[in-house]
């Protein structure tokens, strides 16, 4: 079986250039955008929360699933990055693009739970996991990716990662499933 995406975001092409252009490589992979669609799909009028956006592949990939109603906050720290994200997408009006440390935006925020959010930067992963995790609503979903190892990972990062997937699987509040797919994945879904 093919596990190519149907289809993907028309803003696609013109992100990865953009990316590209800007020496950007860390971009969301096309199997996980592809889950990311789906999984903003399944919640219509849906909160989603975005920790990364980087130049806004994720992004696209998440709005292609949202349906009219729903609404996503996206956090990032490099300003230039986000740029491309937001010219690109920020005319999108269910999308708030929030340029800020994402662990200290987690630390200050005070609206809603979500029930989607998407973990792909160090805030809300690597730190800040309690209150990530806090603000995922009942039945809602968590997911991080990057868990399988990539060639820039530093030696400490091995064990990083075994801390945080026993840390994960340990909590008897969401029910996980690990995905040896795409960049290595973790999915939870909150009790």
């Known amino acids: 079986m093919d596990d190519t995406p149907i289809t993907s975001p028309t803003a696609l092409p013109s992100l990865r250039v953009a990316a590209g252009e800007a020496g950007f490589t860390r971009s969301c992979d096309e199997r996980t955008g592809s889950l990311l669609a789906v999984l903003a799909a399944a919640r219509p009028a849906g909160r989603v929360l975005e920790l990364g956006t980087g130049v806004g592949e994720g992004t696209a990939w998440l709005l292609s699933g949202m349906d009219g109603a729903a609404r996503l906050i996206t956090v990032e720290l490099d300003a230039a990055v986000q740029a491309i994200a ?23 925020y005070d609206g809603e739970p979500f029930d989607l959010v998407f973990a792909d930067t160090w805030p809300g992963k690597f ?34 990662v075994k801390r945080l997937l026993a840390e994960l699987e340990g909590r008897p509040d969401f029910r996980s499933v690990r995905l040896a797919w795409s960049s290595g994945l973790l999915m939870a879904v909150r009790g």
């Open 86 to 108: 937001r010219e690109e997408l920020g005319s999108d009006r269910r999308a708030i693009f929030v340029t800020a440390d994402a662990g200290q935006w987690l630390e200050e």
């Open 127 to 160: 730190t800040h996991l309690e209150r990530a995790l806090e603000l995922v609503a009942p039945g809602g979903t968590y997911l991080i990716d990057d868990l399988l190892p990539q060639p820039d990972w530093p030696e400490t990062h091995v064990a990083a």
